[in-house]
């Protein structure tokens, strides 16, 4: 009788435990540079594309945090002091991401998102727009974790600069998450949710997010503070406000183009 108690008991702690459980997932990005291409060819330029591929190699390499309830979390990106780069007579490149504040609330189904765009902060609050996620039965694991495989396609559009001319290609692309259910959230890093379990891989493109490390329950509790600094839009708002900034950049590199200086081509997602 006391077996059966003992037992009892430690099943309605670990019921109690998976409603109030919280944690903290480290997640490392990488990136393939397949799309990335300089415009002409010959050994000057190959010269460049290898340079322009070790320096975004290094620059993709990212690292973030997600702290994360049942019902609520925070994405940003661990920040790290950059490192002295010495003086090379070919190109250097320094991508200024803006240091985005993302929070979710799953259970009310909307986000904030806290960022910064040329000195300019938004802040965009908006509703989680549910994906068609097609559940597979393959598995893997991930550390300890048990993941299975989800997909959905999704579709982006692609804005190059050829000869002067600014193109616009929309694509399609195969996104694949691997999700736990040994930690039983909706959630995900950056702005993936909306699976059975906590996803710890995504691979979206040429971009791939890995979780390298989860502390469930640390010692001290996690506070998660909804940003309200910047500008307030939605994200259909934003969206116009980033496509007219694209656009002001590339009619720069279309001019720079034309005086005859050097041109790199960007192709990404």
């Known amino acids: 009788m006391k077996k059966v108690l003992f037992i009892a008991v430690l099943l309605l702690s670990g019921v109690i435990l998976a409603q ?39 620059q993709f390499q990212r690292e973030y945090t997600l702290k994360f309830t049942k019902e609520a979390s925070m994405y940003q990106q661990v920040e790290k002091l950059s490192a002295p780069q010495p003086q090379t007579s070919g190109i250097n490149i320094t991508i200024d991401e803006s240091s985005n504040l993302l929070f979710k609330n799953i259970k009310e189904k909307r986000y904030s998102n806290q960022t910064d765009i040329m000195g300019k902060q938004f802040l965009i609050k908006d509703e989680l727009q549910p994906r068609d996620w097609v559940l597979g039965k393959e598995k893997k694991f991930i550390g300890e974790y048990e993941c299975y495989k989800a997909t959905y396609e999704d579709e982006y559009t692609m804005q190059t600069v050829n000869d002067g001319e600014i193109t616009e290609v929309k694509k399609k692309r195969l996104v694949t998450a691997w999700y736990t259910p040994q930690i039983p959230i909706s959630n995900g890093p950056a702005e993936y949710e909306g699976l059975p379990g906590l996803i710890l891989e995504i691979n979206d493109g040429q971009l791939t997010l890995i979780c390298s490390k989860i502390v469930i329950n640390p010692k001290e509790a996690i506070d998660l503070k909804e940003p309200t600094k910047g500008k307030v839009v939605t994200e259909e708002k934003f969206s116009e406000i980033m496509e007219k900034k694209n656009k002001e950049m590339m ?19």
Do not use: C
Not at 26 to 53: C, M, W
Not at 251 to 269: A, H, L, S
């Open 20 to 58: 109030d459980f919280q944690g903290i997932a480290t997640y490392k990005s990488h990136r393939k540079l397949d799309d990335f291409k300089v415009d002409g060819d010959g050994p000057q330029n190959d010269a460049l594309q290898k340079q322009i591929e070790e320096q975004l190699k290094k």
């Open 251 to 269: 009619e720069r590199m279309r001019g720079r183009n034309r005086d005859g200086e050097q041109r790199v081509m960007i192709i990404g997602n």
